[in-house]
């Protein structure tokens, strides 16, 4: 099992910044890639950033590519998504995800609250 908790949401006026962090524990041996995901109310849950856990290979969303960046920190277990220039359409619960491959299902954070406002 992977327990994964995320925090750092919160609210911010466009233009701002944020980063979100999610610790990752449990048996991670199975994980091949770590993500964040975002889901705005009546919209589908999107990926918006991953890194590969072998290469820390990184792969963005058109819609955040320049703004957000994601990292990191083996020694500590934990992932961040730092976002910057944030806008109003950013708004979303943002999900720290954990990827097994495509035999496996793979593990959810419970989600934090990222508001921008105008």
């Known amino acids: 099992q992977v327990q994964l908790v995320e925090s750092g949401g919160g609210l911010v006026q466009a233009g701002g910044s944020l980063r979100l962090s999610c610790a990752v524990s449990?048996?991670?041996?199975?994980?091949?890639?770590m993500g964040w995901y975002r889901q705005a109310p009546d919209k589908q849950r999107e990926l918006v950033a991953r890194i590969t856990r072998s290469r820390g290979s990184v792969s963005y969303a058109d819609s955040v590519k320049g703004r957000f960046t994601i990292s990191r920190d083996n020694a500590k277990n934990t992932v961040y998504l730092q976002m910057n220039s944030l806008k109003v359409e950013d708004t979303a619960v943002y999900y720290c995800?954990?990827?097994?491959?495509?035999?496996?299902?793979?593990?959810w954070g419970q989600g934090t609250q990222v508001t921008v406002s105008s």
């Open positions: 995800n954990a990827d097994r491959g495509p035999d496996y299902s793979p593990y």
């Open positions: 449990g048996n991670m041996f199975s994980i091949d890639s």
